[in-house]
């Protein structure tokens, strides 16, 4: 009896393993014998040639589908999770080392070291990640057709401001003027995201290292402010440059700067704050259709000791009343 159950089992497995081979063979018969009529028999040694040939580029087909194929260990992990932790790392060195700085002195240097100083640059362009540090915008934004681009200077030893200046102004009914390029740097980050400003307190002029075609140019600095009123509020003075090959050096004492909102003079002049400095500029408006270009070489601030102006504009209580309390 053991005997007998042993082969009753050994016949339903074999069964069992045998249907889905059982159910292909008879596809491959049917699929065969419709051939078959379709087709004259071969002679037994072209079938066999056939058959190898046949499974050859089968084989071929299946290499080559398994090629297309890309493995799952080759695809890049993406992780979120880790993404936020490494980010978060990266804050919290920054802010200690923003501390241990703040304990040693401004910008992490000694603060003789610092007092002493007379000249300082604060924006160089050697390398192309200096210019991220800068956004260039046009006209575009309101329609206009003014082009800017801003690219590495020769050799890698300044920026270059150039493009295409258009006073046309924009088909939208709204807009009565238009031609205006800018430069503009980017505001300083810290840890989190914090906004951070220069203080170029201890200097009382601008100092830049530039040639030019001969335009003039505003250069205009904000101040560091969170109120949103103030957002079109800046300081600005001219530059003009005198074209040809030759580099000039621009030296503008900040005294001279004057207030402007949303691009107009205001009658109430007040001093820049020099300690909360956020951003500084340039741009183009003088109505002058066609290319233009200006390569800066580095920005920086120096003291000049013949200097000794404070304030180059008047005031007086009816205009500025605020002053004469």
Not at 23 to 38: E, G, I, N, P
Not at 66 to 79: F, G, H, M, N, R
Not at 117 to 145: M, N, P
């Amino acid at each position: 009896m053991a005997l007998i159950h042993k082969l009753l089992n050994g016949t339903y497995i074999l069964r069992k393993c045998l249907e889905p081979s059982v159910a292909s063979l008879s596809t491959r018969f049917a699929d065969y014998c419709s051939s078959s009529l379709q087709k004259p028999l071969a002679t037994p040694g072209k079938a066999s040639s056939q058959r190898n040939s046949e499974g050859g580029l089968q084989g071929h087909h299946q290499r080559e589908v398994a090629l297309d194929i890309t493995s799952p260990e080759e695809k890049p992990e993406v992780s979120f999770d880790k993404a936020i932790k490494d980010e978060i790392k990266d804050h919290f060195r920054r802010l200690k080392d923003d501390i241990v700085n703040h304990w040693i002195g401004p910008e992490g240097r000694p603060l003789q070291e610092v007092l002493l100083e007379q000249a300082k640059v604060v924006w160089q362009f050697r390398r192309k990640e200096d210019l991220d540090k800068w956004i260039v915008t046009s006209d575009k934004t309101i329609g206009g057709r003014s082009e800017v681009f801003l690219k590495m200077g020769k050799n890698n030893q300044s920026a270059l401001l150039y493009g295409t200046l258009s006073s046309v102004a924009p088909q939208d009914g709204e807009s009565g003027r238009s031609g205006y390029c800018a430069m503009i740097s980017r505001i300083p980050r810290g840890p989190f995201e914090r906004k951070r400003s220069y203080d170029w307190s201890q200097f009382n002029t601008l100092y830049l290292r530039v040639r030019g075609d001969g335009r003039p140019w505003m250069v205009n600095i904000r101040e560091d402010t969170d109120i949103i009123q103030r957002k079109n509020q800046m300081y600005s003075y001219f530059m003009f440059t005198r074209g040809g090959p030759y580099w000039q050096e621009v030296k503008i004492p900040f005294s001279k700067f004057f207030f402007s909102n949303q691009g107009r003079i205001r009658d109430a002049q007040y001093q820049l704050l020099l300690d909360k400095i956020s951003s500084i500029g340039f741009t183009l408006a003088d109505k002058v259709d066609g290319p233009f270009f200006l390569e800066i070489d580095f920005i920086g601030v120096f003291t000049d000791p013949a200097h000794t102006e404070e304030f180059a504009y008047e005031n007086s209580p009816v205009l500025n009343p605020r002053l004469f309390k």
